[in-house]
């Protein structure tokens, strides 16, 4: 029996924990014994919402032991693993903390602010012989898992161009969302899940040019338009914008053309289009990433191997390449070149 702690109930850690109940009620060998946060209220129930619907149903949550301290749970339960959905800015800490315990960790998406923090908590899982996971739900999302298998398989030849979209409303469900130095802004939080795409996909890129605007003053860049530079020539781009206001909502696109047709993903259906022959709709899950993100984690664990997708040394780039883009906004879209891990500013195309 696999015997999960979670820490933090806003939105993403009720989302995790419906899910958690799901698997529990499919038959996976797993229990949800502890929860933890700091705020009394949120122990209660659902609390704060977010801008994707999520599966719903009510939980039991008197079945759960309740705690207010990371500290206290970890001396009070006999865990094997914790699920940590906590503000970006305390993910390099409770992680390290969980890890130097002896618990295997899943820690959303961002996995750090900057790759320092990141290094350290991979040292942390190395020192432990436990496993990190990173919520980079997109990776488990069937849209972006067909893309995946179509770019992999060759099924339309090779990529020649790429486009990503992220964007909805300045987010009001915590205040440090707003805070640059506590969340990175819609660069960390929301353009993150492209860039991770960008990456995932293709490859860290030679060099990324970004440019940003920030809106509301503190919270970092609200908006971005990023590009990435690789070998092969394709031209790679990704958005994020967190100021549509007004009933926008939320949307995640992406535009995707291949030698002999391309995939568009909008509105939540993903269309395949090839050159020659009538375009089609693939059949896909409506699971959400969220759910096989989480069924991976635990599937892994309780049968003693490795993490495959998302594993915290591959999600490290992801850090890397958006640190790069923070880089390139702040000098006004000049290109930042990525030699071996470290960034290098690129003044002019010729390097």
């Known amino acids: 029996m696999l015997r999960i702690g979670l820490i933090g109930l806003g939105f993403m850690g009720n989302t995790h924990l419906e899910n958690y109940m799901r698997l529990e009620q499919e038959g996976h060998d797993i ?12 122990l209660k129930g659902p609390a704060t919402a977010g801008n994707i619907e999520t599966v719903g149903g009510a939980i039991d949550f008197g079945r759960f032991k309740k705690y207010t301290s990371v500290a206290d749970m970890l ?18 800490q409770v992680a390290v903390q969980c890890l130097e315990h002896g618990l295997h960790v899943l820690c959303e998406k961002p996995m750090a602010l ?20 990173i919520g980079q739900c997109l990776r488990f999302w069937p849209a972006y898992v067909r893309l995946k298998e179509a770019i992999e398989g060759g099924e339309f030849g090779e990529v020649t161009n790429a486009c990503f979209f992220r964007g909805g409303a300045t987010p009001t469900w915590g205040p440090w969302l707003l805070q640059k130095e506590k969340s990175g802004g819609a660069l960390m939080d929301m353009h993150v899940h492209d860039a991770d795409m960008v990456y995932w996909l293709f490859g860290m890129p030679q060099a990324v040019s970004a440019v940003g605007r920030n809106v509301v003053p503190g919270s970092g860049y609200d908006l971005v338009s990023a590009h990435y530079r690789y070998a092969g020539g394709q031209v ?22 291949f030698e002999r047709g391309n995939i568009l993903f909008k509105d939540g259906v993903v269309r395949v289009n090839p050159n020659e022959g009538a375009g089609y709709a693939p059949e896909l899950s409506a699971d959400m990433g969220y759910y096989y993100q989480l069924k991976h984690f635990v599937e892994r664990l309780v049968a003693g191997l490795p993490i495959v997708t998302a594993a915290g040394r591959d999600t490290r780039g992801t850090i890397e390449l958006v640190r790069a ?4 906004a702040d000098e006004d879209g000049a290109w930042v070149a990525i030699v071996t891990g470290e960034q290098v500013r690129y003044y002019d195309d010729e390097g």
């Not at 001396?75 to 390099?92: C, K, M, N, S």
């Not at 900057?114 to 942390?124: F, G, V």
């Not at 914008?241 to 696109?253: K, P």
Request: contains cysteine; proline residues 3%; charged residues 25%.
């Open 114 to 133: 900057t790759q320092e923090a990141c290094d350290n908590m991979l040292a942390a899982a190395e020192r432990s012989g436990k496993q990190l996971m």
């Open 325 to 328: 883009e923070m880089r390139s």
């Open 31 to 42: 229990q949800v014994v502890a929860l933890c946060d700091m705020d009394p209220e949120k």
């Open 236 to 257: 790679v781009n990704a958005q994020a914008d967190w100021t549509l206001q007004g009933d926008f909502g939320f949307e995640m696109t992406y535009r995707v053309n």
């Open 75 to 92: 001396a009070g339960e006999q865990l094997d693993a914790v699920d940590i959905t906590l503000p970006t800015f305390l993910h390099e």
